[in-house]
């Protein structure tokens, strides 16, 4: 029996409270996390899924239905794809079923709707479901290590003339710094957006603290 079926004709409050029940008995200790955005959001989900998977114990597993039902970018114009995986093959990013994932949504749900909020420490006891922003560096900090050899590009990429044209660059640089520029579809939206001003003034304080040390290159990227 289907777990919304099973409680339609109950009060609401009883209603999630059976829903709550049978959740925990038919999925254990699960916790499933939405995934969804361009790249740099699927890491974060990714990376913040290892944090949850080392911090509860609990087996962790993927929504990624958003890239079906819905997919699009911030601006509601381009597709999204899930690309992860594809990218960053040792991120395995088990999904979760549709129904499971359904079902934990509905009444096991815990949402983080801020960007760039404080770090959380886990909520529900599990089954569990987490969907909104998770991008604080707390969640790695301590697995340094572990994330840079989750984040190893697939071989097609690393071999790539363009990769290892620019990467080459970069290795052989006395000073080399990495900047990274989005402004484009974040003005307008909910997210915070950094003035050009911004940018030059991190360069020039980079400089100064630089200074007696040799000049530094600057690596810009970007899809503005």
């Not at 381009?78 to 990013?93: H, I, W, Y």
């Not at 290892?164 to 402004?183: D, N």
Request: proline content about 4%; overall charge positive.
């Amino acid at each position: 029996m289907r777990i919304s079926s099973a409680a339609t004709f109950l009060p609401k409050l009883a209603r999630g409270a059976i829903g709550r029940i049978l959740c925990k008995a038919r999925y254990g200790d699960a916790v499933v996390l939405m995934v969804d955005g361009g790249l740099a959001s699927q890491v974060w989900k990714a990376v913040f899924g290892e944090w949850l998977a080392e911090r509860t114990g609990c087996r962790v597993l993927y929504d990624t239905s958003w890239f079906r039902e819905d997919g699009k970018d911030i601006r509601g114009r381009d597709s999204r794809t899930l690309a992860v995986r594809e990218t960053f093959p040792a991120v395995s990013m088990v999904e979760a079923d549709d129904r499971m994932a359904r079902d934990l949504r509905r009444y096991r749900r815990l949402s983080n709707p801020r960007p760039h909020a404080a770090p959380i420490e886990p909520g529900k006891r599990p089954p569990s479901y987490y969907d909104g922003y998770y991008m604080n560096a707390y969640y790695f900090e301590s697995r340094k290590d572990e994330v840079r050899r989750l984040l190893r590009f697939s071989e097609r990429i690393a071999e790539s003339e363009r990769c290892r044209r620019y990467a080459g660059s970069i290795a052989g640089s006395g000073r080399p710094v990495a900047v990274h520029v989005r402004r484009w579809d974040y003005v307008g939206s909910i997210h915070d957006v950094l003035s050009p001003r911004y940018y030059l003034d991190a360069v020039e304080e980079i400089a100064r603290r630089r200074r007696g040390l040799g000049g530094i290159e600057l690596y810009f990227f970007t899809n503005d």
